[in-house]
Nanobody
């Protein structure tokens, strides 16, 4: 069964840090780029970060550059999102997905095998 499972979300104060994990199973994980997206209430899904199959290329939304870092461990079938200097506007449900189609990395229509999401809440 093809599956991605996110974990690591939680409550944090502004300026704090969290590390999200995305564990894959049931498919050739190292053959797919992975993206992290987020969705706040009442908004569309926003691309946050992207990493190529071998980790050689990464991309970030302007809103998180310099604060978030994406990485992957293909032995552990896991992608990570290290989030530092968190802000209230980072509050959202965070999802990971495997990129299976062409197009820009931050367009969610190019992705399949979405996880269930993990909630990140930054409160002051």
């Amino acid at each position: 069964q093809l599956q991605l499972v996110e974990s690591g979300g939680g409550l944090v104060q502004p300026g704090g840090s969290l590390r999200l994990s995305c564990l894959a199973s049931g498919f050739a994980f190292d053959g797919y780029p992975i993206g992290w997206f987020r969705q706040a209430p009442g908004t569309g899904r926003e691309g946050v970060a992207y990493i190529a199959e071998d980790g050689s290329t990464t991309n970030y939304a302007d809103s998180v550059k310099g604060r978030f870092t994406i990485s992957r461990d293909n032995v552990k079938n896991t992608v990570y999102l290290q989030m530092n200097s968190l802000k209230p506007k980072d509050t959202a449900v965070y999802y990971c997905a495997a990129k299976t189609y062409g197009g820009s990395w931050d367009h969610d229509c190019g992705y399949d095998y979405w996880g269930q999401g993990t909630q990140v809440t930054v409160y002051s």
